[in-house]
């Protein structure tokens, strides 16, 4: 794994990040902001119980997602912001407005100028994507829509992930290879297949990197990712990146296009057909879940 975070000033999007604000100091808000000059930055600026106080200075648009266990106030500072919902309703905030979005609703947030808001919200929120139909979540029965709206900085990231693909084979590895891009365009982390030469089974690049997102960034900045991949992800893939709640993956290859680069009869893929039986024992089994989901 090649951590590209260590090399940046990037220490506000980590899941343990520092709050930028101890108690008992005076949280210069407006100096804070101004010295923000990317597209999209968040920092904790103060905590406050089990809650923490969000800085958010963005330009464009977060995914669509939720928060199945926590709502979300939004007070604006600066710009506009403009809070999307699923039923097509949109809220509009000028600086001095607020507005609480309860846990469950599904939501994006969205501004054509900068913006810079203060979010109010659990510390340790979970957030889930959902993947462009904001009738859809980001389970592996609703995949995500696919639709090829890549550009020139994409195919950038694209041809190394590929070169990344080549190098994995290069080591005698499967031809796999990943990078993980931050909201701001720089590359976070890369990563290659090492299944054979870690004699690991679960050593997919997009994984990899799935884990190292969920461990270090914060669930804003994990939205804004793109993960780029030399092929589409595989099903655990998939439910991973999903799970980290990463906000677009952008592939090379197709899954259903490997096939023709493979001649005829060569190895079936890895993945094989099992055998899976149940549900059985309700009532027993339900007993650790008694009153763990509140
Ligand atoms: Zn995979």
Redesign the pocket.
């Known amino acids: 794994m090649t951590d590209y975070r260590a090399q940046k000033d990037d220490d506000a999007n980590t899941h343990n990040e520092q709050t930028v604000f101890p108690a008992l100091t005076v949280a210069d808000l407006n100096r804070l902001a101004s010295s923000v000059d990317q597209a999209y930055r968040n920092f904790v600026v103060l905590d406050v119980n089990s809650h923490c106080v969000r800085l958010a200075v963005m330009k464009g648009e977060s995914r669509w997602h939720r928060h199945p266990d926590s709502d979300e106030c939004f007070l604006v500072l600066e710009g506009e912001l403009e809070i999307d919902l699923a039923d097509g309703q949109a809220l509009r905030l000028k600086p001095g407005e607020a507005c609480t979005i309860p846990k469950g609703v599904v939501h994006r947030t969205r501004s054509r100028v900068r913006a810079v808001n203060l979010c109010f919200e659990d510390r340790s929120a979970y957030t889930d994507v959902i993947f462009e139909d904001p009738g859809a979540t980001s389970q592996t029965q609703n995949p995500p829509t696919m639709r090829d709206e890549t550009r020139e900085g994409d195919h950038r990231h694209l041809r190394r992930a590929i070169a990344l693909a080549a190098a994995a084979r290069e080591a005698g590895d499967q031809p796999?290879g990943s990078l993980l891009v931050g909201p701001d365009g720089h590359v976070l982390a890369e990563d290659r297949n090492t299944v054979v030469t870690e004699r690991d089974i679960?050593g997919?690049?997009?994984?990899k990197l799935a884990r190292w997102a969920a461990r270090k960034l914060n669930r804003a900045t994990a939205l804004g990712t793109t993960l780029y991949t030399s092929c589409e992800?595989?099903?655990?893939?998939?439910n991973?990146i999903a799970r980290a709640g990463l906000g677009r993956v952008v592939f090379a290859l197709a899954g259903n296009q490997l096939p023709d680069l493979k001649p005829a009869g060569a190895a079936a893929p890895d993945a094989t057909r099992v055998d899976y039986q149940g549900p059985a024992l309700f009532e027993e089994a339900r007993v650790p879940f008694d009153g763990y989901y509140g």
Do not use: F, I, Q, S
């Open positions: 796999y679960t997919h690049p997009e994984l992800p595989c099903a655990m893939c998939a991973a």
